[in-house]
C-alpha cells in the first residue's frame, strides 16, 4: 500500500451522554528515509506528500548542498522488500559534493516533534556559514496579522484530523504563496523551503514564513539558511531561537494571534504604527 497522508478508522464518540460508532480521519505519519546515492542519509517521520521537496529541503537546510543544481537527479524509490515505491527517496549530488560522515552523523532519526533532538551537538548546527537575511525587507502590522487566516484556509488536511502542523511562506503583502503539512513542524518546514529550492526561488529575501505551534531552534536556522528575513508562529519561540534570531538579524515573532503578536527580535523590519 502507498503511504497515505489521511487515513480513516472507527471510533467511539462519546457526546452529552450517549456514545456512538463514527468514522474519524488520522493524520498519516510514516518514516521516510533519505538516501545520498548508496549511502542512507537520514530518518523522518513525517506525513506523507510532498516528499521530494521535503528531501530537497533537508538536504539544503542541513547545508549539504547550495544550489538546487548540486542535485542531479531525485527520485521516491522502492524499498528493499516493498511491492511499491514510497517512503524512499533516493538524490544523487554533484561530483563535488562529498558527505562529511563526522559531520552529517547525527543519530539521523528526527522524530516528529523535534528535529533538533538527533543531532549531534547544538555547536554543530550553529558553526556553519549563515548569513544575515536582508535588512531591507519591511512588513506592516497588519499583513503580519493577516498570515494565520490565510494560512488556516490553506490548511484542507489539519480541518479534516485536527492533527498537524502547518508552515505558509508569504509575501509582503500578506499572500500566500506556499502551504504544507506535516506531522512534524520541521518538515513542513524543509517541504516548504524545498519548493522554493525546486522552483529557483531562493534565497526568499523577500518572504516571510508562519508556521503553527511553537518556534524552536531549528526552525529559525533553516529560515536563516534560505534566507527569510522575518518568521512568525502562533506560539512561543524557544530560547535558543531567540538568541539565534538576535544574533542574525532574524525578525521573530510569536504569539500572533488575532491582532496581537510579540516581537522577540529585529522589529525594525516591522511597521508597526499606520496602515498597511
Not at 531591507?136 to 499583513?143: G, I, T, V
Not at 533553516?222 to 538579524?249: D, H, M, T, W
Request: charge should be neutral.
Amino acid at each position: 500500500m502507498s503511504p497515505r497522508s489521511i487515513d480513516l478508522t472507527q471510533v467511539t464518540e462519546w457526546l452529552d451522554g450517549r456514545a456512538r460508532r463514527v468514522q474519524d480521519s488520522l493524520a498519516g505519519e510514516e518514516p521516510l528515509e533519505i538516501r545520498v546515492g548508496d549511502s542512507p542519509l537520514a530518518v523522518t517521520m513525517r506525513t506523507p506528500g510532498h516528499d521530494l521537496e521535503l528531501a530537497a529541503g533537508f538536504l539544503f537546510t542541513e547545508g549539504i548542498i547550495q544550489r538546487r543544481e548540486q542535485i542531479t537527479s531525485m527520485e521516491i524509490a522502492t524499498p528493499q522488500g516493498a511491492a511499491q515505491p514510497g517512503n524512499l527517496v533516493v538524490a544523487r549530488l554533484e561530483n563535488s559534493i562529498q558527505l562529511d560522515a563526522e559531520k552529517t552523523q547525527r543519530n539521523f532519526f528526527a522524530n516528529s516533534s523535534c528535529g533538533i533532538c538527533g543531532k549531534a551537538s547544538i555547536e554543530a548546527v550553529r558553526s556553519r556559514f549563515l548569513r544575515s537575511p536582508n535588512s531591507e525587507f519591511r512588513l506592516s502590522a497588519n499583513a503580519i496579522c493577516r498570515l494565520p487566516e490565510n494560512l488556516g484556509a490553506s490548511q484542507d488536511i489539519f480541518s479534516r484530523t485536527g492533527g498537524l502542523h502547518a508552515a505558509g511562506l508569504f509575501t509582503a503583502d500578506g499572500g500566500l504563496l506556499v502551504a504544507r503539512e506535516d506531522i512534524g513542524r520541521h518538515n513542513a518546514v524543509d517541504k516548504v523551503i524545498g519548493w522554493a529550492l525546486r522552483e529557483g526561488r531562493l534565497p526568499l529575501a523577500e518572504n516571510i514564513l508562519l508556521v503553527s505551534g511553537r518556534c524552536g531552534f531549528e526552525i529559525a536556522q533553516k529560515a536563516i539558511a534560505a534566507g527569510i528575513p522575518v518568521v512568525a508562529s502562533v506560539s512561543a519561540p524557544s530560547s535558543l531561537a531567540v538568541q539565534l534570531a538576535r544574533e542574525l538579524n532574524l525578525t521573530l515573532i510569536g504569539f500572533l494571534r488575532g491582532k496581537r503578536f510579540v516581537v522577540y527580535s529585529c522589529d525594525e523590519r516591522l511597521i508597526l504604527s499606520g496602515a498597511g
